[in-house]
């Protein structure tokens, strides 16, 4: 019985640090790494588990660098538009946050010097990218182009190529297709993301594309980006990947997750935050699958 009080200042920190890393972010990079490992796997480059691993922490702690420095300069907005996250709750301090942001930068710099130039160019980046969005003097989250930008340059590009880099020699034909993929994806991320928080975004003069454009529009651009994305895949995929992956696979699975998002579209309200979240949220499931969907049409080849 005494055990359980003692054990609960662990369970409420490691909730802290959950919430704190964004879990959508954290899930969606996790699965990235496995997902383009799978695809090493199939192009006969996996490196083992304990190299698997190491890339897993370096690049959840990356993730957590990056998302943690927007929450740090967002405190005030985030009061508005997303008051459970930690700092904005009160569950943390500005001062925990910035050592724990310190910590995730230092310690995928320090294990990416030790890998290489493709390795410490893709964390160094990654790094950079996520500064220049969140911290003055440039904050480019206040330009929506320049934003997101940033967010579909990370995703698409340095997630990918610069892990895949690290399992093999070489960037396979299905890694430069996820990358042609997730440009898009991530573009519809990008913009999405803001359309239910435009009332905080306003009043802190964060012109994005919904407080420019509205709700409805924004919504509109993001469902033709990722439509976009899924055509790509579902036409241009299987006579561009050739005998890299199964094409029933290839196409089936994307046909099943376009069905899934138009159901979704459908339901979604862009003029209700809170519905349209949850819609947000399922869009972030798409992007998990994607990463389960092309390693197994490469590993089923």
């Known amino acids: 019985m005494t055990a359980v009080p003692a054990a609960l200042p662990a369970v409420r ?24 490992y799978g695809i090493a796997a199939a192009e006969d480059h996996g490196t083992g588990a304990p190299d698997l691993l190491a890339t897993l922490v370096a690049g959840l702690a990356v993730n957590i660098a990056i998302v943690g420095v927007n929450q740090i300069t967002d405190v005030e907005i985030d009061r508005l538009n997303k008051p459970y996250l930690p700092i904005a709750a009160g569950d943390l301090s500005p001062q925990a946050a910035k050592a724990i942001v310190i910590a995730c930068t230092a310690l995928p710099l320090a294990m990416a010097l030790t890998q290489g130039a493709a390795e410490t160019i893709a964390v160094a980046a990654a790094l950079a990218v996520g500064a220049l969005y969140s911290l003055p003097p440039t904050r480019l989250k206040r330009f929506p182009i320049a934003a997101s930008l940033c967010i579909t340059g990370v995703r698409s590009l340095a997630v990918n190529l610069g892990v895949y880099a690290h399992f093999a020699h070489g960037i396979a034909p299905p890694v430069w297709a996820l990358c042609l993929f997730v440009l898009p994806f ?20 964060i012109r994005t594309f919904t407080v420019r454009l509205g709700p409805e529009p924004v919504f509109r651009v993001g469902l033709f980006a990722l439509a976009l994305a899924y055509a790509g895949m579902i036409l241009a995929g299987p006579p561009l990947l050739g005998d890299h992956v199964q094409p029933a696979v290839l196409v089936a699975g994307h046909l099943g ?45």
């Open 186 to 205: 991530s573009f519809a991320i990008a913009v999405l993301k803001d359309v239910p928080d435009i009332e905080g975004d306003r009043a802190y003069s």
């Open 257 to 301: 997750a376009f069905a899934l998002l138009i159901r979704w579209a459908r339901r979604a309200h862009p003029t209700d935050p809170a519905a349209f979240t949850r819609f947000y949220m399922r869009v972030w499931a798409l992007f998990f699958l994607e990463y389960l969907l092309l390693p197994l049409a490469c590993l089923t080849a």
């Open 13 to 36: 920190a490691a909730n802290v640090l959950w919430r704190f890393a964004r879990p959508h972010t954290i899930i969606g990079t996790a699965l990235s790494i496995l997902g383009l």
